[in-house]
């Protein structure tokens, strides 16, 4: 059987990896896993790619009998909302996140709000390569309601927080699905809002849409210069939020995770998930606050799952994507901004003042060519070549790739799945530190290959 699935759903080129027919198939076959009935929730993102994947998605579904509540442009966790408060069998996104304008995918949604688990994510592969469809006839052919959301969604984000005073946020959408939603929530929160890119735009003309620190110049430029307490950058879908501090800089995504995490925690024993790839300093936040921290792989479908299975308060990774099961059991970028400005609120703070007491890690990364054939063989030795290397090891995660402990840092290495790489990533107290760890490792891998 062929492969569909990522770690964030179906994502490709349009036109090569993403066709009409592709999507239609999807469409059925999601039909077909439901039962031929039910509600699906459908949004997308502006992508110029978008409207016609829709119409694809859609018509697919229908043959399958089902009905469909369309939402039009908005925010990835819109539509997870929209699943639970519309009790709707499930849901779909039309995005392809962060990656380029040419890229689209579809990402599918239990009726929990949840992203398809890779279990789920196996029947609608089997069911659409075995093109195994049941036809609805012509009778019971679904039907398509359009659906504003937006209004309700915001409502109940803003209910979320109660701030107590007026915040000067700079929020950059990227031109992406959050750009009339993030602004007009965050003033609805009672704050003042300097907006950037903030008109969709399948184009995405203003950056990047991957909300790093290179493609946030500007951001952290009008941070500055208008004196704002706080910036914040979405991604092309808004399931992930990016911080800039009040004195113009990219806030580390390893660190406002940690803070985050901490803030979550309601009584001792309460446990945080994050992924195998975040810094020490979640563990070290979040036990002195007298949590657990539990790693699984990533992707947020992987913590999402983990989530579930631990009963857990909250769940993120350092790229921005943040889990609060309380509210949604997707990542919720507007969302996380909410609860940054509560921690400002609560603290009294500046977010540096928030991050500076933070224990200090430094993360070096590095990937190494390897053969696609070579991989499997490279990982299923690698673990104990490492721990034989490093004397010092406390402990193996093997949960996604390895990840050796030692007395003073760690170290991960991981295939990746999309490139003929493997991928390294070494922290420690100190960069002298972690770049030794890094070259032990590396070395260790080059022997290997």
């Known amino acids: 059987m062929g492969r569909l699935f990522g770690t964030s759903g179906v994502r490709g080129l349009v036109g090569k990896q993403i066709t009409p027919e592709i999507v239609i198939g999807l469409g059925q076959s999601l039909a077909s896993l439901l039962g031929n009935s039910g509600t699906v929730v459908v949004g997308k993102d502006p992508r110029t790619s978008s409207d016609m994947l829709e ?200 660190e406002v995770l940690a803070i985050v995490a901490s803030s979550q925690l309601t009584k001792k024993g309460d446990v945080i998930v994050t992924t195998v790839d975040a810094s020490k300093v979640v563990d070290e936040v979040v036990v002195n606050g007298g949590g657990k921290v539990v790693r699984t792989k990533v992707g947020d479908v992987s913590v999402a799952a983990e989530i579930n299975r631990r009963g857990a308060v909250f769940g993120g990774e350092p790229c921005g994507a943040w889990i609060f099961p309380r509210f949604s059991m997707a990542p919720e970028g507007l969302l996380g901004a909410l609860k940054v400005l509560e921690l400002l609120d609560v603290s009294e703070k500046k977010i540096s003042e928030l991050l500076e007491p933070l224990p200090q890690y430094y993360m070096l990364r590095e990937k190494l060519a390897c053969p696609e054939e070579k991989k499997a063989k490279v990982m299923s030795a690698v673990s104990k070549k490492l721990v034989k290397e490093f004397s010092e090891t406390i402990g193996v995660l093997k949960v996604d790739g390895v990840r050796v402990e030692l007395l003073d840092g760690w170290v991960l290495v991981r295939a990746s799945g999309t490139e003929p790489y493997i991928r390294l990533t070494a922290e420690a107290r100190t960069p002298g530190r972690a770049e030794e760890i890094l070259k032990k490792a590396a070395k260790v891998l080059k022997r290997m290959r």
């Open 55 to 254: 119409g694809c998605l859609i018509s697919g579904l229908l043959s399958g009998g089902c009905d469909v509540k369309r939402l039009g442009v908005v925010p990835t966790p819109a539509v997870s909302f929209a699943v639970k408060s519309l009790r709707a069998k499930a849901g779909a996104m039309i995005t392809a996140s962060h990656n380029p304008p040419e890229y689209n995918g579809v990402k599918f949604f239990d009726s929990s709000g949840m992203a398809y688990t890779p279990g789920l994510e196996s029947k609608v592969e089997r069911i659409y390569f075995g093109k195994k469809w049941r036809q609805a006839s012509w009778k019971e052919i679904g039907e398509v309601e359009d659906l504003d959301i937006l209004e309700d969604y915001i409502e109940a984000l803003v209910g979320t927080v109660q701030l107590s005073r007026d915040y000067k946020v700079v929020v950059d959408c990227g031109n992406g699905a959050a750009s009339l939603v993030t602004p007009r929530m965050l003033r609805e929160a009672g704050c003042k809002v300097i907006s950037l890119n903030s008109q969709p735009d399948g184009l995405f003309p203003g950056r990047p849409l991957e909300p790093s620190s290179e493609n946030l110049v500007e951001l952290c430029r009008v941070v500055r210069s208008t004196e704002s307490d706080l910036g914040i950058a979405h991604d092309g879908d808004a399931d992930r939020v990016v911080i800039v501090s009040e004195n113009g800089s990219v806030a580390s995504g390893d």
